[in-house]
């Protein structure tokens, strides 16, 4: 008999921890989608797949829609926001980059809940946004900027930015600063020298940073609810209705493996297009030293 490796010993926690807490759970979740609600609620152990075809409703399809131009439009604007700040914080004298790291990462000190109820205290019609109009002489209506949609999308950008400042700041750090030196000694501008050398070794990073958004919030109820008032359904919030208010658990598990399956094809197109933009990377740097 063969021994087990050093390093499937080492990695058989994490196989039983992931096994146990994330597999066995979404089977089972799975499992839930096939059978029917109770007439009282529940569950009654009958196959169906009902349950599937009603996430394609147009009412359900239309709430993962705008769950998804939601979490899309967070994330684009998360994307520009923290590439522009892991740009300047890699340009940074390099004895200060790991101070403004600090800083883009200290909102994740405080709790998820705790960031949020921040923005209702700022956003409020009485809030510090409002007292900073009037102090500037501002004595009309208070704006409406709670419980809109443009509330939640700013609670997600700001809740999620610092993954893509550190997903950016990590390829723009290693940069070798050679190419943009020979890219000006070349002649081209400095946009051009972006847009055709900066910009191209980077996308690994915004594609990272972009699905770490675009995935945590698609599903996010608490945002949408704290900031949105219940105005904006997303799809996070329509799963969490149908297994602690409707009593819908078979309804709900479909949603929930649908909005899984929706993650899992963001997560596979964002590494198939990492695999193919190392490839050319590496196909590059071949022909260069050719």
Do not use: K
Not at 51 to 68: E, H, K, M, Q, R
Not at 157 to 179: G, H, K, T
């Amino acid at each position: 008999m063969t021994r087990p490796s050093r390093s499937s010993l080492l990695t058989a926690p994490a196989l039983v921890w992931l096994t146990a807490l994330m597999v066995v759970p979404c089977v089972l979740v799975l499992a839930l989608a096939f059978f029917r609600r109770g007439i009282y609620g529940g569950i009654e152990y009958t196959f169906t797949l009902e349950n599937f075809g009603l996430v394609f409703d147009p009412l359900y399809a239309g709430i993962f829609l705008n769950s998804a131009r939601i979490a899309g439009t967070a994330t684009l604007i998360a994307v520009v926001i923290g590439y522009a700040a892991a740009y300047a914080i890699s340009a940074a004298p390099r004895r200060l980059q790991p101070v403004f790291l600090f800083f883009a990462v200290l909102p994740f000190w405080s709790n998820y809940l705790i960031r949020t109820y921040a923005w209702i205290v700022l956003l409020n019609r009485e809030g510090l946004i409002t007292q900073l109009l009037r102090w500037f002489g501002y004595t009309g209506e208070p704006p409406s900027m709670l419980y809109t949609e443009g509330a939640v999308i700013a609670g997600l950008v700001y809740n999620y930015l610092p993954f893509v400042i550190l997903a950016c700041y990590a390829p723009l750090s290693r940069l070798n600063p050679e190419l943009a030196e020979a890219s000006r000694d070349l002649g081209a501008s400095a946009a051009t020298t972006f847009r055709r050398v900066i910009l191209p070794l980077t996308v690994p990073g915004i594609a990272a940073g972009a699905v770490f958004v675009f995935v945590l919030s698609i599903g996010n109820f608490v945002t949408p609810a704290l900031l949105g008032g219940g105005r904006f359904q997303m799809i996070g919030n329509l799963v969490y209705d149908q297994f602690l208010t409707a009593n819908d658990w078979p309804f709900g598990a479909a949603l929930a493996m649908a909005l899984i399956a929706i993650m899992l094809l963001v997560l596979m197109a964002q590494a198939l297009a990492a695999n193919r933009a190392s490839g050319h990377t590496a196909q590059a740097g071949g022909d260069t030293d050719g």
